[in-house]
């Protein structure tokens, strides 16, 4: 079997990961609230901590996507009615991993859960996982390029929370918080540093760049791919970004 009949179905889905969360990505830093998709990705992580811990595993989607709602519902309600709300969501993440972790210590195979929940291998995806990928992704980019821009208010905060909610509810079982964070953030903040190109597509091209770079890597260097894509697009969000800051002050 040849190397692109082995990993096009990671290809794939690694390009489809890049392009949610980059729309996500884009509208966090805009915001100011950079801790949001981690303290989101951190509670849909102590969801599958209750499922895979304590329950064998059972209902492993209802308890994921119930904490994600639950930590998206509080970040909608607190933007605006808390001050200094980028500290008040980074503590909310700190109570999700200390949440995490004390759920984790009642398993025998905790630290293993929490290597897998951080940094997850998605090198070896199947086929039949690129359809539901699909499908989740296509509805929510469908709700954030048509429903969002037409609504104001609560109702757009909850909307976008919302969102964010499910989109990082599947990609934390599939590719990990850490994992996850590093898609939102890296590409978008290199985009937003350059202006020739449209911010969205140059994230999406950046990132997809940067993460089958780092299958590769992993591939052919039997190193962690979770780590392996974090180390790829965070390294080369911030060589890009300190570069053009070297340009412009030239």
């Known amino acids: 079997m040849s190397l692109i009949e082995l990993l096009w179905p990671a290809f794939i889905l690694s390009v489809l990961l890049v392009f949610i969360h980059t729309v996500f990505g884009l509208e966090i830093i805009r915001r100011g609230v950079i801790?949001?998709?981690?303290?989101?990705?951190?509670?849909?992580?102590?969801?599958?901590?209750?499922?895979?811990?304590?329950?064998?595993?059972?209902?492993?989607?209802?308890?994921?996507?119930?904490?994600?709602?639950?930590?998206a519902v509080i970040i909608a309600f607190a933007s605006r009615r808390v001050e200094h709300v980028e500290a008040f969501i980074g503590l909310l993440y700190a109570l999700g991993m200390a949440s995490m972790m004390l759920i984790l210590a009642q398993s025998s195979e905790g630290?293993?859960?929490?290597?897998?929940?951080?940094?997850?291998?998605?090198?070896?995806?199947?086929?039949?996982?690129?359809?539901s990928a699909f499908l989740l992704y296509g509805v929510i980019a469908l709700i954030m390029f048509y429903l969002y821009p037409r609504i104001s208010g609560i109702a757009k905060e909850l909307v976008f929370f919302s969102a964010l909610a499910l989109t990082v509810t599947s990609s934390v079982q599939s590719a990990g918080v850490l994992v996850v964070f590093s898609l939102l953030v890296a590409p978008s903040y290199a985009a937003l540093t350059q202006t020739r190109f449209k911010p969205l597509y140059f994230a999406w091209g950046f990132g997809s760049a940067a993460i089958i770079?780092?299958?590769?890597?992993?591939?052919?260097?039997?190193?962690?791919?979770?780590?392996s894509i974090i180390f790829c697009i965070v390294g080369s969000s911030l060589v890009y970004v300190l570069f053009r800051n070297m340009l412009a002050k030239k």
């Open 213 to 227: 770079t780092a299958l590769l890597f992993s591939y052919y260097l039997d190193l962690p791919t979770g780590y």
């Open 35 to 71: 801790f949001t998709d981690l303290a989101i990705g951190q509670f849909a992580a102590v969801g599958l901590a209750v499922s895979v811990a304590l329950l064998d595993g059972a209902f492993q989607i209802f308890w994921t996507l119930g904490f994600a709602l639950l930590a």
């Open 111 to 131: 630290m293993e859960l929490f290597n897998k929940l951080n940094a997850a291998d998605i090198l070896f995806t199947l086929p039949e996982d690129l359809l």
